[in-house]
């Protein structure tokens, strides 16, 4: 029934909908403050380096819809830096302690497929994904304060809060830094 495939250019719609109509985008997008088009934004600017880390969960059954995102991988190929801190700390956000090192970097579910499991499918792939990276020190992600579902979903995986980090920018809340501890076991492990 649901499907992860890689994602390509033909996605970035389905991309750029699904980070800017959840999370603190959505707030942000709704009251728009700056005047901007956050999908725009993000489909001209930000997404397009991200397709090749990017994937989708399609539902088979709807004519391969698009009802999840997964844009993972090692923030250094991801950025181009191993370490974004120095400069989130001094562009986006204050007093940052923990290191961003994110594996996670963004992770939706179509607001009206809530419910049905597929988070937890999304994380379990992520998990899937970055034992076959080799990345198996720490998988890690950064989430909106306010995002109570995803923290309670972050956290019945077995993250961790790391750091509280407060941002710069007054539409956005601060973020929590996530992560599972060295050597993480998955999902998939813990249930065994």
Known sequence: MYELVRANDAHLHDLAELVTTTGAYRIAAAQNKLGVSYQDWMIRLVLPPLVKYSWVLLDNTRHDRVVGILICGRLADISGRR???CHLSSTIVDELVTP??????????????????????????????????????????????????????YLSMGMIVSDLV???????????????????????????
Not at 120 to 125: D, G, N, T, V, W
């Open 100 to 153: 961003i090192r994110d594996w996670i970097h963004s992770f939706a579910v179509r607001p009206d497929m809530e419910g049905k499991g597929l988070g937890k499918r999304l994380f379990i792939e992520a998990e899937s994904l970055a034992r076959q990276s080799n990345c198996t020190e720490n998988l890690s992600l950064a989430v909106w304060s306010n995002d109570v579902k995803a923290i309670r979903l």
């Open 83 to 85: 370490d974004l801190s």
């Open 166 to 192: 407060k941002t710069k920018i007054a539409d956005f809340p601060s973020l929590l830094l996530m992560e599972k501890t060295s050597r993480f076991r998955s999902y998939k492990d813990l249930c065994a």
